[in-house]
């Protein structure tokens, strides 16, 4: 038998994380879709989370519909211990297409011809650019005031409100950072797109 294809596994291993993750068995999930009239065996359920069964387009939307999520999700679905993609996220599509532009395209946000894709890049290094100022600015805002409070801060650091203060000081500190390494990781993707024009 051949090796399943990328988006083959990435619905087997979904159907799997999302059964899980709503704490159904496979004769739950069973159960429910012969409510939602579209019945499939456990044995045949369990044969698609093996990847032993084709999911037909039919079978994608009700399961979507039945664990609660979206067919976008399930065809975007990346196992968490698959090892680094040697190839494509989804079959046929280039290798270089991550998962959040391959979950924009199936819901219609985007096209994947370069142009769309470097707009698309564009658009995203200009949303994470907003969401680094504003990190930025609630972080200052929290630095002022704890400067305000001068040695009451340290005489008092155990107080509620100067706590929630290095609270929102530490939270704000680790969003500023993950926001500028997204943004940096995101303009890298975009200079990339842009050299292979």
Do not use: F
């Not at 211990?81 to 959040?100: F, H, R, Y």
């Not at 011809?113 to 707009?119: A, M």
């Not at 704000?172 to 926001?179: D, F, K």
């Amino acid at each position: 038998m051949p090796s399943p294809l990328p988006t083959s596994l990435a619905v087997s291993d979904a159907i799997t994380h999302y059964r899980q993750l709503r704490e159904l068995t496979i004769d739950e999930l069973a159960y429910v879709l012969r409510m939602l009239d579209h019945p499939i065996s456990a044995d045949a359920l369990a044969e698609m989370e093996r990847c032993a069964r084709p999911v037909t387009v039919d079978d994608l939307v009700v399961i979507a519909y039945a664990l609660d999520t979206t067919p976008a999700v399930l065809l975007s679905h990346i196992p968490i211990d698959m090892p680094e993609p040697e190839g494509p996220l989804a079959t046929g599509l280039p290798s270089d297409v991550d998962q959040t532009e391959l979950r924009a395209w199936l819901e219609g946000k985007t096209s994947l011809d370069r142009e769309s894709r470097v707009g698309w890049w564009k658009e995203r290094v200009a949303r994470l650019r907003v969401r680094s100022a504003h990190h930025e600015e609630q972080l200052q805002g929290a630095y002022a005031e704890l400067r305000e409070l001068g040695d009451l801060a340290v005489q008092e650091a155990d107080a509620p409100p100067i706590q929630r203060l290095q609270w929102r000081i530490r939270d704000g500190e680790h969003a500023l950072n993950q926001s500028e390494v997204a943004l940096a990781l995101t303009e890298h993707r975009l200079d990339n797109l842009r050299e292979d024009a």
